[in-house]
Every structure is written in structure tokens, then in C-alpha cells.
């Protein structure tokens, strides 16, 4: 993928999307998805992963990616946020269900995949106390990146040793979704077609089993630390939510990975 740089960034109108350069971020690859799905063109422009970004925050008051930046509006960096974006600017094929019901169930989900204490939140303390625990890693440049995150997204050994359990309900939760679905003949997270669960779904599976490295290639380092090893979370990590990651994937997104 080709990135702009901030400078060269933000002196244009046109739509930009700030993204993690080089990594799977799975907030990032989630928005990538979704302007995927609604075929929205966007201009690239790189964010350092647990860098301090210091440009980036002094032009849209953000020092995380992915931050939405399109002429006169404000930068838009939530989830939520994005996602109402994309459906008002390409409301076919909607991704937000007009059901009351299964628009609040969808959300609701949503947020424990994506939201502050959810599956990606509490991945990422484990991901920081992991590489934090390697002898002598406190210094190296990733050692320095995790712990800038970790100050960022409130790491403590506590909050890193509760989050396997809190993984682990979220998965179960979302399996046991899924194979209501199933029962119904459905192939969706909710209702009868693909929603925004579905997309974020695919991109958070990455912090659990990451796609293979010809359609992931991360960094080295990196695998180990998104490949989840909490007897907790690979029990919780039912068989239907990476067949339907997959599916998700060969269907709607983009293989392999581009980032």
C-alpha cells in the first residue's frame, strides 16, 4: 500500500485515511474493510505503531490510527464514528441494520469487539504485558512502542492479567451468536445479511489466529505477540468464528492482507 506522509497529507481536501503502516492493526484493517465494502476511495497516509506521532496529533488532535480526515469535517477516529461515516457517504450496501433490534444487538457487539475494555482492548494489554515480560525488551524500539501504548491505553500488569477471562466471554458470546445464526440458516452475525460485526469480526480474528503469512505477512515479531496463548482464549476460540472470518474474507474483503 501507498502512504502519504502527514505533511504531504494535510494540505489536501480530498478523503485520507490515517493507518498503522506495516501492521495489521485491527481497528485499521476494520476500516479498511468497510470502505472496502461501500467502494469508497480513500488516500493512505501512515501513523506509526506506538510512535509519538507528534504531526499527526498537531493536525487532527489524534496520535492513534485510524483517524478519518475529509476536507472541512472534523477527524473522526472512534469506530463507531467511522462506520457512520461510510454509511452516509455509500448508504448501498448497508452495513447498520435497520431493525431497531438487530441494530442495537449489532452495536452491542460491536462494542465488545472494538470498544474501550473489549476483545481488541484487553488483546492489546495482553499483547504489551507479553512483550514487556521478554528480559531486557524494555529498551529495544518495541519494548518502547509497548510501553508509550501501554501508558496510552491504561496497562498494568493487574488489567493485563484480568483480560484473558474477559477475552475469552467475549468470544464465547460471539460463538454462541453465531450458532444461533446457523440454526436459522442464517450466514451472518446478525439478521439475514453482512453487517459491520462481520467486517470487524474478520479484522479482530487477527488477534486471536492470525491468517497465514501468505495472506498476513506481518512483521516477525509481531505474530507471536497477536497470536493468542491463553489456555483461556484458545478454549473460548470456537471452530464457526474462524470459518466464518474466513468466509467473511474469500467473500467481501481483501486477500492477501495490504497494509
Not at 480513500?42 to 498537531?58: C, K, M
Not at 484487553?122 to 509497548?146: D, K, T
Not at 440454526?183 to 469480526?201: I, K, N, P, Q
Request: hydrophobic letters at 40%.
Amino acid at each position: 500500500m501507498k502512504y502519504l506522509d502527514v505533511e504531504s497529507a494535510r494540505s489536501r481536501r480530498d478523503l485520507r485515511l490515517v493507518l498503522t503502516q506495516g501492521v495489521p492493526g485491527p481497528w485499521g484493517e476494520a476500516a479498511k474493510g468497510l470502505f472496502r465494502v461501500k467502494r469508497i476511495p480513500y488516500t493512505a497516509v501512515a501513523q506509526q505503531g506506538g510512535g509519538e506521532n507528534a504531526a499527526l496529533r498537531e493536525w487532527t488532535g489524534h496520535a492513534n490510527a485510524p483517524i478519518v480526515v475529509c476536507e472541512d469535517e472534523p477527524p473522526r477516529s472512534a469506530w463507531s464514528e467511522i462506520l457512520f461515516f461510510v454509511e452516509r457517504r455509500a448508504p448501498d450496501p448497508p452495513l447498520i441494520p435497520p431493525d431497531p433490534r438487530n441494530r442495537a444487538l449489532m452495536f452491542g457487539l460491536s462494542h465488545e469487539l472494538c470498544g474501550e475494555d473489549g476483545f481488541g482492548w484487553n488483546r492489546r494489554l495482553m499483547m504489551i504485558h507479553q512483550a514487556l515480560s521478554v528480559p531486557a525488551s524494555s529498551e529495544s524500539p518495541v519494548g518502547v512502542a509497548m510501553r508509550r501504548l501501554g501508558a496510552r491505553y491504561g496497562y498494568s500488569p493487574s488489567a493485563a492479567t484480568a483480560a484473558p477471562q474477559r477475552c475469552a466471554e467475549i468470544l464465547q458470546l460471539l460463538a454462541s451468536q453465531l450458532h444461533r445464526q446457523r440454526e436459522r440458516d442464517r450466514h451472518f452475525f446478525v439478521g439475514a445479511s453482512l453487517s459491520a460485526l462481520d467486517v470487524y469480526w474478520a479484522a479482530f480474528a487477527a488477534l486471536a489466529s492470525p491468517l497465514p503469512a501468505a495472506l498476513c505477512p506481518m512483521p516477525d515479531f509481531l505474530r507471536p505477540l497477536y497470536q493468542a496463548t491463553s489456555p483461556l482464549v484458545t478454549a473460548a476460540l470456537d471452530p464457526i468464528l474462524l470459518e466464518h472470518r474466513d468466509g467473511i474474507y474469500e467473500e467481501f474483503l481483501e486477500l492477501p492482507l495490504d497494509f
